[in-house]
Each structure stands twice: as structure tokens, then as C-alpha cells.
């Protein structure tokens, strides 16, 4: 474990208090039309056929793309970095000890074979319990909701409970067969989960898809090494990510090795770019960095957060998805891109009628 100059620490804290620095809110509406509602795949198109918003910071210049088209916006000597971190079917079924049903999402593992898990209801946000509280599970689990980890929106009740979770066999065997991916309101549908994975995913993990990766293709990583562009992985376990208003993310299990960390120093030191493919690449790349800018090899558990206080000092360029005006993540694009981009580059998304969510279309920030 290297400690740095941002927070890398060895356990999760249990505070669920903590709050982004306030800033001016991306003021527009997100139109119910702009809100993906399934996969491409089941729209009558590939994966990499989305659409791709290309933002220059040099001189603000936006050009509409496709995300199949970008090898021809990298340059022989980048590396891309990705987050292959596979997704869960973390959704569970469940009963309360009322007896009604529930919805248990499994969020993030902690030490000691502990999980912090989101218990909602029908037409209740989460649900009302108490430390000692049992959930049966389908298929024979169960759920022991040990102390509250973080509170509801406005101090309602709890979010995510440290828990016990047992289960008859495996826990990845035991979702195969019984959960199914965290799905929102917006999703017309169910899928499987090979939906929701990213085709280099390689350690399960994230309750919810790192979802900037999903339009890669085999193709398209062939042609990006065909190029000469660097492909180099990390591993960022992402929670639940229905975060409130101003509300963090929660502290993750990351780990950035030293054969990824040497490859993001020698990249910058020839005068190549890092790019970095989604929110959670940032997260951990920003959790091992030092003030000389220099990445460092680490794991373990992080609470670092990017916003414009925080100076981005590991990455050059950066996919993202679209986010809802009061996401946590628009502070981490502030402060990669600079407020006038990241203003032009939402008003041309919403006025070209891009699409938000995990099944949507891309954002690509250039230096």
C-alpha cells in the first residue's frame, strides 16, 4: 500500500457525512427522449455505432462523431486506460421481516467478508429497518443488516447497510443463478448481464457496469493497437450509483499495478497522452498520483474525489458517458475540461438529441 498525496486508505470508512464542494449546477433538463431505454444491440446497432461528442480544450472546438471512430481521434504513442472491473447481477429478490417484498442490491465487499447493500421496495426509495434486521433471500440467503454506512437523501432512513450476506453456495455462483443486473426506471426491459459487462472485463466486482468502456469492441481495440495506441488495464470495483444531489461516491476497492503505473509515467515522459475511459479510471489514477505528477502502483481502498478543488495531475484525455445535471461525476469533468467545454459540449448533446445513461452515447475530452 502507498499512501500519497490524496486519501488511499486501508478500509473503508463507515461515514456516510461526507459532502462535494458546492458548485454552480449545469443548468438544463434532461428530456424523458434523451434517456437510452436499451442497449444498441437491441436498438438494431453495434456497440461501437453510438454516437461520440469529440471536445477540443485547445481551442473549444466540438466535432460530432461515432465511438467506432476512435482510433482516428488517438495518435500512435497514447494509451488508453481501462477499468476491468465485470459486473454483478446484484439485484436480489427478497423478503422483510414483514413479510413483504424487497429488492436487496449488493453494493461493494468490505474486509471481513462484510458488503454494504441497498434495500428499497416498492414505491419506497429504501427501506425503513433496524440493525439485526433479516432479509430472507430467493433461493435460500439471506441478509443481516448489521449498522447503517451511509444516511437516505435528507437523513430519510438508510441507503447502504454494512451487512452479512449468506448464501447456499458461491456468491458469483449464487447471482448467476438467482440476482440479475441493477436496472432503473428509465431501462424499457430486462437484459441478461452480458449486457451490462464490457467485452474486456476480466474480475467481477461492480455492482454497477463501468459504463463509458461498454461501446469497445474487439475491432475497435484491434485498430487502436494496429495504430500504435497503448491499452493498459487497472481495477476500480464500483458500488451503486444512485447518488443523490452533492452526494460523493463511496469509498472503492482499486488497484493500479506497477506494469500499468510504469506504462502511464513512460507514455507522459515520451510526450504521449493518457487517456483515461470513465469516471472510475480517474478515481483510481488520482488516488496514486503524486504531486509531481508521477502515477504510483497501489491497492486498496479509496475516498479520493475529483472536482475543480482538486487539481487532475494523472491523465490527459477522457471517455465519459452523460450525466444528470445534479451527478457527483460533473464535478470530476469540471475539473478535466474546464467549465466552458463541459457547458458547450451538454448544450450541443442536448440540442443533437444524444443519449444519457449506460446505454447511451460517449464524450470524448481531448488536451
Not at 457496469?209 to 491499452?231: C, D, H, N, Q, W
Amino acid at each position: 500500500m502507498t499512501a500519497l498525496g490524496n486519501p488511499v486508505i486501508e478500509r473503508p470508512l463507515l461515514d456516510g457525512s461526507r459532502t462535494l464542494p458546492v458548485l454552480r449546477p449545469l443548468s438544463f433538463t434532461l428530456p424523458p427522449e434523451l434517456e437510452a431505454p436499451s442497449p444498441p444491440e437491441a436498438r438494431g446497432m453495434t456497440r461501437d455505432s453510438v454516437r461520440m461528442l469529440v471536445a477540443h480544450k485547445g481551442d473549444g472546438s466540438l466535432v460530432h462523431s461515432h465511438f467506432s471512430e476512435l482510433p482516428r481521434f488517438l495518435d500512435e504513442g497514447d494509451l488508453v486506460v481501462l477499468n476491468t472491473s465485470g459486473t454483478l447481477a446484484a439485484e436480489v429478490d427478497g423478503t422483510g421481516a414483514d413479510g413483504e417484498a424487497v429488492q436487496v442490491h449488493l453494493s461493494t465487499q468490505l474486509p471481513a467478508g462484510l458488503w454494504t447493500v441497498e434495500v428499497r421496495r416498492e414505491g419506497q426509495a429504501f427501506l425503513l429497518a433496524e440493525a439485526g434486521t433479516g432479509i430472507a433471500l430467493a433461493g435460500g440467503g439471506c441478509v443481516r443488516l448489521l449498522a447503517p454506512y451511509s444516511p437516505g437523501p435528507g437523513g430519510s432512513g438508510v441507503r447502504l447497510w454494512v451487512s452479512l450476506v449468506d448464501t447456499p453456495e458461491p456468491l458469483h455462483t449464487y447471482l448467476a443463478r438467482h440476482g440479475r443486473p441493477i436496472r432503473y426506471g428509465y431501462v424499457q426491459g430486462s437484459f441478461p448481464i452480458a449486457a451490462y459487462q464490457n467485452v474486456y472485463a476480466t474480475e467481477p466486482g461492480s455492482a454497477e457496469m463501468p459504463s463509458a468502456g461498454r461501446p469497445f469492441t474487439p475491432e475497435v481495440l484491434t485498430r487502436l493497437v494496429a495504430k500504435g495506441v497503448g491499452i493498459a488495464p487497472l481495477l476500480l470495483h464500483t458500488g451503486v450509483a444512485s447518488l443523490e444531489a452533492n452526494e460523493p461516491p463511496y469509498a472503492e476497492y482499486f488497484r493500479v499495478t506497477s506494469e500499468t503505473a510504469h506504462r502511464v509515467n513512460d507514455t507522459r515522459r515520451r510526450g504521449g497522452r493518457v487517456v483515461a475511459i470513465g469516471t472510475t479510471v480517474v478515481r483510481a489514477l488520482e488516488s496514486v498520483v503524486d504531486e509531481h505528477g508521477r502515477v504510483h502502483p497501489a491497492d486498496g481502498w479509496t475516498q479520493t474525489v475529483v472536482s475543480p478543488e482538486h487539481p487532475v495531475r494523472s491523465i490527459d484525455a477522457f471517455l465519459t458517458g452523460w450525466h444528470e445535471p445534479e451527478a457527483s461525476h460533473l464535478a470530476m469533468l469540471e475539473a478535466i475540461a474546464g467549465r466552458p467545454i463541459l457547458e458547450a459540449s451538454y448544450a450541443a448533446a442536448l440540442a443533437e438529441g444524444y443519449l444519457w445513461h449506460e446505454f447511451g452515447d460517449v464524450h470524448l475530452i481531448l488536451p
